[in-house]
């Protein structure tokens, strides 16, 4: 398949600077300047040369990166190998995309929209900001790392996306469980919440209550790891090169939950219960997946873990409680409660049992 490619863009114009320019050709050009760099002997004119190959992986780089440099490897390019990467580099660690962008395409929901979901339906969003990397594995074919990490597919910003998150916070859970010292979770819990496993062997299929939207991050940039061998110390396999999300960068998680009766004879204070419970329980794993657990790739060496404390404005859960009557029509009510920190948000259960057992009528709702 690479080789098909490589054909066709073979014929293919490098860019619009060059229309008229071949791949083929102008890989060649760049193999040719890259020979004058070791064969220049001046110091001085060997500097000029450099610049020019810069220059020359810029433009390869504006059309088709990948494409480029499996080219010049499959063609034993090093240098030419070389230069094209620290132009993609430099490309990717300076042209942040905007995030705010993808708001205008709902990607982001608004947490109040819970109002048209059943009674007990609730939805938990905040920001929260990097401690360390976040590393994950993108399904491109045809990409200049082996270890790249996984974009929206329009707007090219690096995600974490929805399948990731219940993965990860499942994956919480299930340290949870095995955990000592901690309280621990039912089976029957993890089944009402994800959903059964798809590695089960029964034929009743549930989907779970839980549902999770994918999160975005401005830019991706370099991540150098070097793995060494754990009976000798010393480097396995060399320094290896993965795309990533740096710490400090900040993205929103929001997760929904919609509630569904279990039996059709539980009363309204069973269903309330129950629902607090899965508060406390929902919160707990997320704290747990967020500063202790991680999430996406790598997590065992410290990839993927939130800050605690949680950036300005906060969070926010919305839960849809009982419906207001206004004369012959009824309206939907949903309650927003704040949090700042994960241990306010682990604290939030018994005040949503508070609101929810008064009816959620408290002058505070949207």
């Not at 070389?82 to 995309?97: G, S, V």
């Not at 990533?244 to 309330?272: H, M, N, P, R, W």
Request: glycine fraction near 6%; aromatic fraction near 8%.
């Amino acid at each position: 398949m690479h080789d098909f490619v490589a054909y066709r863009l073979k014929i293919r114009g490098i860019s619009e600077l060059l229309p008229t320019e071949p791949l083929e050709g102008f890989m060649a050009k760049m193999r040719k300047k890259a020979q004058e760099i070791d064969d220049c002997k001046d110091n001085k004119e060997k500097n000029i040369l450099k610049d020019q190959l810069k220059a020359m992986a810029r433009i390869a780089v504006e059309n088709d990166p990948h494409i480029a440099c499996l080219w010049a490897e499959a063609h034993l390019h090093k240098d030419v190998t070389n230069a094209l990467r620290d132009a993609w580099k430099e490309q990717i660690t300076h042209l942040p995309n905007d995030v705010k962008l993808l708001s205008d395409f709902d990607l982001v929901p608004s947490i109040c929209e819970v109002r048209r979901l059943p009674f007990l339906s609730f939805m938990i969003s905040f920001p929260f900001s990097l401690e360390k990397p976040y590393i994950s594995k993108d399904d491109e074919v045809f990409y200049l790392l082996d270890n790249s990490v996984r974009k929206e597919k329009l707007f090219r910003n690096p995600m974490v996306a929805s399948t990731a998150w219940k993965g990860a916070m499942r994956h919480a859970f299930w340290h949870i469980q095995q955990s000592q010292g901690e309280p621990v979770i039912e089976d029957d819990v993890i089944l009402r919440l994800f959903g059964t496993d798809n590695a089960s062997q029964t034929n009743d299929f549930t989907s779970g209550r839980l549902h999770f939207f994918s999160s975005f991050f401005e830019k991706a940039s370099m991540e150098l790891i070097n793995p060494h061998d754990r009976k000798s110390g010393t480097t396995a396999s060399g320094p290896i090169l993965m795309e990533a999300v740096t710490k400090g960068q900040q993205s929103t998680f929001t997760l929904l939950y919609c509630f569904t009766s279990v039996t059709s004879d539980q009363s309204e204070e069973q269903s309330i219960m129950a629902v607090v419970k899965d508060i406390e329980t929902i919160c707990q794993g997320i704290t747990a997946m967020m500063t202790v657990y991680g999430f996406g790739a790598k997590t065992s060496s410290g990839f993927g873990i939130a800050r605690y404390i949680l950036p300005e404005p906060g969070g926010r859960l919305a839960i849809r409680t009982r419906e207001i009557e206004k004369g012959e029509n009824s309206e939907s009510s949903v309650k927003v409660l704040n949090f700042r920190s994960y241990e306010e948000m682990n604290n939030l259960a018994s005040e949503i049992e508070n609101v929810l057992s008064a009816g959620g009528d408290d002058g505070s709702q949207e």
